[in-house]
């Protein structure tokens, strides 16, 4: 069961009574299948808008994406958990654990300072997806009109509607509406044709990361299955398969190397990637070097804010047209959803207010920019 529109909202917010735009069917071309993306589209679609998600991937999640090797080990290589303080989230959280489609990831958790390990499991509940973390954008994903393997030109305006188009200048329609949830530096070439928009997007940085993914033969005497760590090109390792619902045959792990070592390496060499790596590995634990029965690298360019913007979206009523996610609102999953969903709730407010006889936009209205 999916929750309902109507339920998403902050029952204590003038954001919660959405109602469906009347007359025609507004279209609205998203870019992007990462978190804000798709709960913005998938809000807009439960609310009777005809929605396209255009995503260049080959499938949904961006950092919220799960990896599968040629053997069907499986890695979450982007987002580690998520943890929880917004009731909003909360109540789409508590709905997908009911689905089994999220569980706590009850594992050992420490801090790692050269050897040292220091207990780090507090009172956080640190939550993954499961069977791997794309299951929540699989979810949220459920009949909408995706089209993968799309790379996107700047969209631009006629003066009735939205051209889009791909990178190879294909047509891809005519919307009402365009929203981006690509990173800040895409979502400022996108928005090309918007300038005051673009300029706001161009002013987020965002470091690179590098990830290993890491399988093993036998099960590592690490001691922990999370770690923060602190002295080392690395910034965190997990025990992937500890997470619930791999069932691993293999003990995998995910090592993330830290924003200002992946920046001075953003463009080496994937194998030269994995050494280094696996070295600060057997260096930071203090374990034997093990080789691996499977190693590889995946390089997110574009992985974390350096300073989010500030405000939970960017939008421009008069042109119709807008940008969400973590960039905007925070570098947490909890920040990437809660920026689409409040971009598709202004998006319904600017529909309904354009409506004749509608109700004031203020009653349901999510604050914003």
Request: glycine share 10%.
């Amino acid at each position: 069961m999916m929750l309902q529109t109507r339920e998403r909202f902050d029952v204590d917010s003038p954001f919660k009574r959405p109602s469906r735009p009347r007359g025609r069917r507004h279209r609205v071309a998203v870019i992007g299948a990462g978190l804000s993306g798709l709960i913005c589209a998938r809000t807009l679609a439960d609310l009777d808008c005809e929605v396209t998600v255009f995503e260049k991937s080959r499938g949904v999640g961006g950092r919220m994406s799960t990896r599968r090797s040629e053997s069907d080990l499986q890695f979450d290589h982007g987002a580690q958990y998520f943890t929880v303080r917004d009731e909003r989230f909360r109540r789409h959280v508590d709905t997908w654990i009911e689905e089994g489609l999220v569980a706590p990831w009850e594992g050992r958790f420490v801090k790692l300072n050269r050897g040292y390990l220091e207990e780090s499991n507090g009172e956080t509940t640190r939550f993954v997806g499961v069977p791997g973390m794309t299951a929540v954008c699989r979810h949220l994903a459920t009949d909408l009109d995706v089209r993968f393997g799309t790379t996107m030109a700047p969209p631009r305006h006629d003066g009735t509607a939205w051209i889009v188009e791909d990178a190879a200048g294909t047509s891809q329609g005519r919307y009402d509406w365009f929203v981006t949830s690509a990173p800040a530096p895409q979502s400022a070439y996108l928005l090309a044709s918007v300038p005051h928009l673009e300029v706001k997007a161009r002013r987020v940085s965002m470091s690179g990361c590098w990830s290993v993914m890491v399988a093993f033969k036998s099960p590592l005497d690490a001691g922990f299955d999370g770690a923060f760590v602190g002295v080392s090109p690395l910034s965190w390792i997990a025990r992937n398969s500890s997470k619930p619902g791999r069932g691993e045959d293999f003990e995998t792990w995910v090592l993330h190397a830290s924003p200002e070592w992946s920046e001075s390496a953003i463009e080496a060499d994937h194998e030269e990637v994995v050494k280094e790596l696996l070295d600060a590995l057997w260096q930071v634990t203090g374990l034997q070097p093990v080789e691996p029965k499977h190693a590889a690298a995946h390089r997110w360019r574009h992985a974390l804010p350096a300073e989010p913007l500030g405000d939970r979206f960017l939008f421009d009523p008069g042109l119709r047209v807008g940008a969400c996610g973590d960039w905007c609102n925070g570098p947490r999953v909890e920040g990437a959803f809660l920026s689409g969903l409040a971009l598709a709730g202004r998006l319904v407010c600017t529909m309904a207010a354009e409506t004749p006889h509608a109700r004031n936009c203020s009653t349901f209205a999510s604050p914003g920019p």
